[in-house]
């Protein structure tokens, strides 16, 4: 019993530090995603091909690595195609990007954030039905453009859901107990900038 609670208070120590610090463990995921991409042909080029096909291997699930469409660092190839380093480039960055505004932006309405996908969702299906290439600049921007409205829609809901009051001095609480102090701190505030 002391063990399942021991580990309990630190499961929930853990889970209040995310839900307190969301933005930064945000931006080190999409961080670390973009490095691993961009560690693994240095990792091949330095003959650590074990470790290096380990990562492709891990990256593989998210992304089709052809090498026609990707960035090749030291002669090999990412880990990532152009457009997912772009995605995740333009998500670290938008996460950088809102940290000194976060208290004050308005989320991206759904309208804009639809118009911002339309260049990426264009150039997929263009090229897919063959009428079109794409290239590596198209593929750059349309994920970076994409990623950066991502950002500017969810994460001023983001830090809005996730910001309760904090606890009185020497107040425990559980996880569930924090969602619900989000809820009530939140029940009557609208989402600011529109509908959702």
Known sequence: MA?????????DAVMRALLRHWLAAANVVNGLTVGGAALTPLLAARGWTPLATVLYLLYRPLCPQRPEHSYFIAGYKMAFEQR???????LLLGGL???PV???LRPLNRRALALAALPLL???LSQT????GSDWRWRTVTGIVLALALVWWAYPYLERDLTAPAPRP??????????RAIVLANQDTPPRGGRR
């Open 97 to 99: 990007l809102f940290a």
């Open 170 to 179: 020497g107040e425990r609480r559980t996880p569930a107990e924090h969602a």
């Open 3 to 11: 063990t399942s609670t021991l580990i309990a208070g630190r499961i």
């Open 84 to 90: 997912e380093t772009a995605i995740y480039l333009g």
């Open 129 to 132: 039905a063959g009428l079109r």
């Open 122 to 124: 264009i150039d997929v």
């Open 102 to 104: 976060r208290r004050w």
